[in-house]
């Protein structure tokens, strides 16, 4: 597999369900990254995870990272219709800028 | 609240045309970068820019394509003499240092 690789490819559910999408990659990293894209429409930052974290917190979003098994998951809670998008993981290459590797991205989508 | 601008949002060009995709970085923000996601792939990194030069470039970048800075807000990403292939949504993003990245809202870029 390639790095940041997140797995399902897509994931329907209802309203008020959670998701969760996981993401694997492949080198070491600084951080990683999570994103999310509504169609045709620009990269909007979701969270960052440094390396030496494991778990983060941001509103409905939580985020772990296990660098021993070079994975991430984000959850999302109590999802709405509006989190229907696609989210990606992107890692630093850890080349002293934040130069991204992004994966393919999960596409969810919440249901009413 | 801050964000990264791209010009235009659609850009129809004919082949082996050149063209310049415009970007205005968040104002305080250091480094500077060029993704770019073909339609059903994945986002790609193409280039990286600090301090007035190319920091980190991808095999993606080569000779056809160029970075400039023209002035203290603009960003640009020039293609020389565009291919079929190189039809895709391109991104800007910026960062204060390794940090979370900022991306546009994307130039969709058709060439015919």
């Keep these: 597999s390639q790095q940041g690789e997140e797995d399902p490819q897509a994931l329907s559910i209802q309203e008020g369900e959670n998701a969760t999408m996981n993401c694997s990659y492949k080198t070491s990293i600084n951080n990683l990254q999570w994103y999310r894209q509504n169609s045709g429409r620009g990269l909007v930052h979701l969270i960052l995870i440094r390396s030496n974290e494991r778990e983060k917190h941001s509103g409905r979003l939580r985020v772990t990272l296990d660098t021993s098994k070079k994975s991430s998951s984000l959850l999302i809670t109590a999802s709405r219709a509006a989190d229907t998008a696609s989210y990606f993981c992107a890692t630093d290459r850890g080349t002293g800028y934040s130069t991204l590797t992004f994966g393919k991205g999960t596409m969810l989508l919440v249901s009413p | ?112």
């Design chain 2, 1 to 112: 609240e801050p964000e990264v601008t791209q010009t235009p949002s659609h850009q129809v060009t004919q082949m082996g045309q050149e063209v310049i995709l415009r970007c205005v970085p968040i104002s305080n923000h250091l480094y500077f970068y060029w993704y770019r996601q073909i339609l059903g792939q994945k986002v790609e990194f193409l280039v990286s820019f600090y301090n007035n030069e190319i920091s980190e470039k991808s095999e993606i970048f080569d000779d056809q394509f160029s970075v400039e800075r023209p002035d203290g807000s603009n960003f640009t990403l020039k293609i020389r003499s565009t291919k079929l292939e190189d039809s895709a949504m391109y991104f800007c993003a910026s960062t204060r240092g390794i940090t979370e990245a900022f991306f546009g809202q994307g130039t969709r870029l058709t060439v015919v």
